[in-house]
């Protein structure tokens, strides 16, 4: 990018009812305008003979008349462009809408089908878990600590029947400054 467009590069953010309103209250204006302030020049018609009847006066009544056409043609032209330009926009702002909807109707599919999902991670974490209770076991208790699934649930059937106590002492001896000493 060139240095000096990436300091002025910002992001803007303009909702699809706003592009609506500026497509069908500011562009239409904006046609009516160039429609209204137009049409006295477009309609001014001028003979050749108005310039006279030497034959630089001719010239001159021809080039006039011609340079006429040509811009009346170019007000014309930018006025079909503004109304070319809204129709896209609002095409465009219909398209992308119907975008967001599929694209939303998808992710919520998607989510759908995960809705009492067991994932292979909770299954063979928590099989693993059963398959090495003996390894896992403690040796002050004798029993393997709870299996826990990711949200913090107990898995059905495997709640201990004496939960372990939280500890009563801090795990590191606590500094008079407020902190805690470490070893």
Same mark, same amino acid.
């Given at each position: ?10 992001? *803007?953010?303009?909702?699809?009812? &706003? ?10 204006? &904006?046609?009516?305008? &160039?429609?209204?302030?137009? +049409?006295?020049? #477009?309609?001014?018609?001028? !003979? ?6 030497? %034959? ?10 011609? &340079?006429?056409? *040509?811009? *009346?043609?170019?007000? #014309? ?8 330009? #809204?129709?896209?926009?609002? !095409? ?58 990711? !949200?913090?649930?107990? %898995?059905?059937?495997? +709640? ?6 939280? =500890?009563?002492? =801090? ?9 805690? +000493?470490?070893?």
């Amino acid at each position: 990018m060139i240095p000096e467009l990436a300091s002025a590069v910002h992001t *803007v953010e303009v909702t699809i009812d &706003a592009i609506r309103d500026i497509a069908n209250s500011t562009l239409p204006n &904006a046609e009516n305008d &160039a429609t209204h302030s137009s +049409t006295h020049f #477009r309609n001014l018609t001028l !003979d050749v003979s108005s310039f006279g009847d030497s %034959p630089l006066g001719e010239e001159l009544g021809r080039q006039h008349k011609g &340079a006429h056409e *040509v811009f *009346v043609e170019t007000i #014309r032209g930018t006025i079909k462009d503004l109304q070319d330009f #809204r129709q896209k926009l609002l !095409d465009a702002m219909d398209n992308h809408e119907s975008t967001d909807a599929a694209a939303q109707a998808m992710l919520l599919s998607i989510s759908k089908r995960y809705h009492g999902h067991e994932y292979h991670s909770d299954h063979n974490y928590n099989q693993a878990r059963t398959d090495q209770s003996e390894n896992l076991r403690t040796s002050s208790s004798g029993e393997a600590p709870p299996a826990n699934t990711f !949200d913090g649930s107990q %898995p059905a059937g495997d +709640t201990p029947a004496n939960p372990p106590a939280p =500890p009563s002492t =801090p795990a590191a001896p606590v500094d008079p400054a407020g902190g805690a +000493t470490y070893s």
